[in-house]
T-cell receptor, first 110, second 113 residues
């Protein structure tokens, strides 16, 4: 069963705009991770946030975590066409196994 | 060379055939995973292995088996393929001791006719 659920399922924006996608999960977690997948390719790790952290930054990425609401958001600032991909959140009680959501498809138009 | 290599990258087979998907890694990680991706369903865990002698079933292990031949090699087998096993299969390794992130191969696209 899916632990994380991303929202929206699809997002279409123009270059330069910010993209925000959300992830909700059901049970307690130790960490939450975001991954990116270019069409049909392997997933690539973007960022990890631990349950005792509220916000984390990496380049143009900003991730927040609200454990009281069991939700996380991924913000990509100043989007580029190259950011076009699917984005997945993944959660785990620890680092043993991760459960992935269904993903948000992001389309950034030039 | 890629850190996590999957073979074959594409395979078309017929119902009832035995299929093996292979995965090798140069990351030196103990933990390896097989995931399946279907459109609209995200990734689902099939099997995982914490070391050569430790194999565990994931969420959807029925119809699949695995073999951990060495720390670097983890194979997924479909003993008798069926059409609903048509999917994109991913192998991954885990840097659980440090960053907790997964490193994925490029995937094996399997079509069962």
């Amino acid at each position: 069963s899916q632990q994380g659920e991303e929202d929206p399922q699809a997002l279409s924006i123009q270059e330069g705009e910010n993209a925000t996608m959300n992830c909700s999960y059901k049970t307690s977690i130790n960490n939450l991770q975001w991954y990116r997948q270019n069409s049909g390719r392997g997933l690539v790790h973007l960022i990890l946030i631990r349950s005792n952290e509220r916000e984390k930054h990496s380049g143009r990425l900003r991730v927040t975590l609200d454990t009281s609401k069991k939700s996380s958001s991924l913000l990509i600032t100043a989007s580029r066409a190259a950011d076009t991909a699917s984005y997945f959140c993944a959660t785990g009680p620890g680092y043993s196994t991760l459960t992935f959501g269904k993903g948000t498809m992001l389309l950034v138009s030039p | 060379d890629a850190d996590v290599t999957q073979t074959p990258r594409n395979r078309i087979t017929k119902t009832g055939k035995r299929i093996m998907l292979e995965c090798s890694q140069t990351k030196g990680h103990d933990r390896m995973y097989w995931y399946r991706q279907d459109p609209g369903l995200g990734l689902r865990l099939i099997y995982y292995s914490f070391d050569v002698k430790d194999i565990n079933k994931g969420e959807i292990s029925d119809g699949y088996s695995v073999s951990r031949q060495a720390q670097a090699k983890f194979s997924l087998s479909l003993e008798s393929a069926i059409p609903n096993q048509t999917a994109l299969y991913f192998c991954a390794t885990s840097d659980w001791e440090h960053t907790g992130e997964l490193f994925f191969g490029e995937g094996s696209r399997l079509t069962v006719l």
